[in-house]
């Protein structure tokens, strides 16, 4: 068998430490596609400004000031059950985070949008430098949501909407 010395095993730490930072997209994502590249696939969106996101294993693509972006990737036949986790993830951050008070006398309120589908992760750049991006009408509809939300409250897309389970 093949026994790790003492600096590969410090290495693969500092890799699982950073790849901890880094969304699956990516750590899983196949290095060897020429680029650009873009791969289909099924996932549900939610658009908050708060965090604690990946306890409920969500995976944070993107992130501006305050405002996140978190994904699901799941089979198409997932979408329904996913879609009810990511509501109830929704929710225990309305609870938890839903109003808060600032140092400076200011109100902080959480809105929320989600929505589901088809989406593309496209991968451009070069063989030193590589990007990627999350595109499809996801994307729009995730942020038209949380658009059309107001202050504590969490708004579907239409097609998150038809997707989820109603119970």
Known sequence: GWIK???EIEDSYKISKI?????????????TNDIPYAENFHGVL???DVSDIL????????Y??????ALWTVERVQLSEVISLVVKCSLNIQDQCG??????GCQLKVKIGISA????KVIVGDEISQYFVVIGRAVDEVRLAEGLAVAST???SPNAWELCERD
């Open 117 to 120: 589908g088809k989406l593309s």
């Open 19 to 31: 790849a901890a930072h880094v969304p699956d997209l990516v750590v899983y994502s196949t290095l």
């Open 154 to 156: 969490i708004i579907l």
């Open 99 to 104: 109003v808060r008070e600032t140092e400076v």
């Open 46 to 48: 939610l658009f908050a």
């Open 55 to 62: 306890d409920a294993g969500g995976d944070i693509l993107n």
């Open 5 to 7: 010395g003492e600096g």
């Open 64 to 69: 501006a000031g305050d405002a996140i972006l």
